[in-house]
Structures are given as C-alpha cells and as structure tokens.
C-alpha cells in the first residue's frame, strides 16, 4: 500500500490558512503561546508538517487524528496502531468541569499521536469514549456511570472493527481511575488478531518530582494539567474545595494492600480528593510533556512491532 508521504501532500501556505489556531487548536492558541515559557516543547502544527510540496493540494485535519481526517487520507496510509482515549464524566471539586478526563485524555492521545507521527508511526487516534465506571458516584448528580461490562461490550465492537481491517494493535489510553481495561483484555485477547494493551496516562512518568502533592481526583496534578490543557474552563482556585478525604477505618484498605471501592460522597463533600491549592499551569506543561513524550516512545515501539513476535 501507498505511504501517505508518497499521496497526500501539504503545501505550507494552504496549511497555515486552514489551521486558525485559536479555532480548531485550543490547545496551541497564540495567547498562550505568547506566555508558555516552555512553548518551544510544543511546536506549532504548521512548522512541523509531515509532507510538503509546493504544487500539491491541501488536505486538512492532522492524519494521526481520525476525527479530523477524510477517507482520501485513510485510503493511503498504512495506520499500524490505533489509541482509543477513554474518560469519564463525573464530578471534579467545584473548580474542575465534568469533562476534565475527556479533556485529559484527548489532548494528551493527541499529543503523543503527534509526536510518534513525526517519528515515523503511523498511529490514529480514535474519538474518545466519554463515559467511565463511576459506580461509587450514582449519587452526585450528572455522574454518568457506564459499568465495566458495557465497557468490554465496546471495547469488543473497536477490536473486531479493527481486526477486520488489518490494524493489528490497539491501545486504550486511559483517563480515568475508576476504569480498569486490564480484566477486559485478558477476555478478549485469546479471541482477537489485535494487540491490545492499555496505559494509564497519569502514571506513565513518576509525578512526584513535578508535583508538591499529586492528588488523586481533581487535586494538583490533574488541575495543572487543566490549566495547561483547558484554563478557560477552570474557575479560580479560590473556588475550589480543599480535597481532603477520609480513609477507611480498616486498617489494610488504609494501608493499600486490601482494596475495596470507594463511597465517593462519604469520602469527600467536594468531590475532590487530593488539594489543588499548588497548581499551576508551568507545573502541567512540564509534566504533560514527559507525559506525551514517554507515550509517544511507546507508540513508536508498538508500531514497529511485530505482533506475532512480541518476545525478546
Ligand atoms: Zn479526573
């Protein structure tokens, strides 16, 4: 099959007038540009263009991001893995929105798409799924619980979707900790011609070295990445709870070596757990960059691999 270095071109000049940055790119917009000081990390779209030619015709939308491409470029690339990002919407302290591992997810499968394209990989990043496990938050209102059986249902439905169109591995970036694909996967793999693997975003690089106090749902990791990935839809932090949760009175769950789920609104009154008072948006372009960079390395891996020869 083609390339799409060998089909599909981009002349630059077309590029930079499709691409309005403060449109279609929130995350690379010329006001935040202007103040990141570690923007260089992130170059701009339009100066790192996979394939240009000065005659050719414009194609819009970036190639790794499947929403934003038409069949003339999926007719000529030769994806070798897909990442399906996968959320939750639920309730983040008063300051966070209800999307904000929607919004995580996305931008750093986005991220890490781009970065392992310009490697070389061709990977295409599916529309991700809003909805996580969030059993233990029926009772906040909106929560929208989608249960891990339903989960699997789907994550069959993409796998089958995929095997029967030659795309031999699949990873689920997730985004939220109430979702565990591992159980899934050890189901379906047996049955399936796709490799499927899963990561967890947030626990790719270890956070402590950025962070006073990481957090676990809403505290300051999470919120420094929002006030790099979304800080318009950040209220001030003035506005938000202080995150502090109570533990189990058993003392191996306090302890982490038993494990049972958490009563979300008799742990936290804000819904948060973990304080977010030491976020900052430097702090999450740093670690969104370690991140993005680390998954990308895995991305360019995996897609080199050969699935029926995955042992050393
Ligand atoms: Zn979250």
């Known amino acids: 099959m083609l390339s799409i270095r060998e089909e599909v071109r981009w002349p630059v000049s077309n590029r930079a007038q499709l ?40 194609v819009p939308g970036e190639p790794w991001l499947l929403s934003e491409v038409t069949w003339k470029t999926v007719r000529a690339t030769d994806y070798e893995v897909a990442v399906l990002p996968w959320g939750a919407t639920e309730a983040h302290n008063f300051h966070l929105p209800y999307g904000t591992d929607n919004h995580e997810g996305d931008y750093v499968a986005r991220e890490a798409g781009r970065r392992a394209w310009e490697a070389g990989a061709r990977v295409a990043v599916l529309p991700g799924i809003p909805f996580g496990v969030n059993t233990g938050q029926l009772d906040i209102r909106l929560c929208i619980n989608m249960n891990p059986s339903t989960q699997g249902a789907i994550l069959s439905d993409v796998a089958h979707s995929l095997e029967a169109q030659g795309i031999r591995k699949l990873v689920v970036l997730n985004g939220h900790g109430g979702n565990d694909f591992r159980q899934m996967i050890r189901e379906l793999q047996p049955a399936s011609g796709v490799f499927i693997s899963t990561i967890n975003w947030w626990s790719c690089v270890d956070s402590k070295p950025y962070f006073d106090e990481p957090g676990d749902h809403g505290g300051e990791l999470e919120t420094s990445a929002m006030l790099h990935i979304r800080p318009d839809l950040v209220l001030p932090l003035s506005e938000a709870g202080k995150g502090k949760a109570r533990t189990f009175r058993v003392k191996a769950f306090r302890e982490g070596w038993a494990w049972a789920p958490r009563e979300w609104t008799r742990v936290t009154e804000d819904t948060g757990v973990g304080n977010p008072a030491a976020a900052s948006a430097e702090k999450g372009v740093r670690f969104l960059d370690a991140v993005t960079g680390k998954i990308a390395g895995f991305l360019v891996e995996l897609a080199a691999a050969n699935p029926d020869d995955m042992y050393e």
């Open 19 to 58: 691409i309005a940055p403060d449109q279609t790119h929130p995350y690379f917009t010329s006001r935040r540009a202007a103040s990141n000081p570690y923007e260089s990390v992130f170059t701009s779209f339009r100066e790192t263009d996979c394939a240009i030619s000065p005659t050719g015709p414009a």
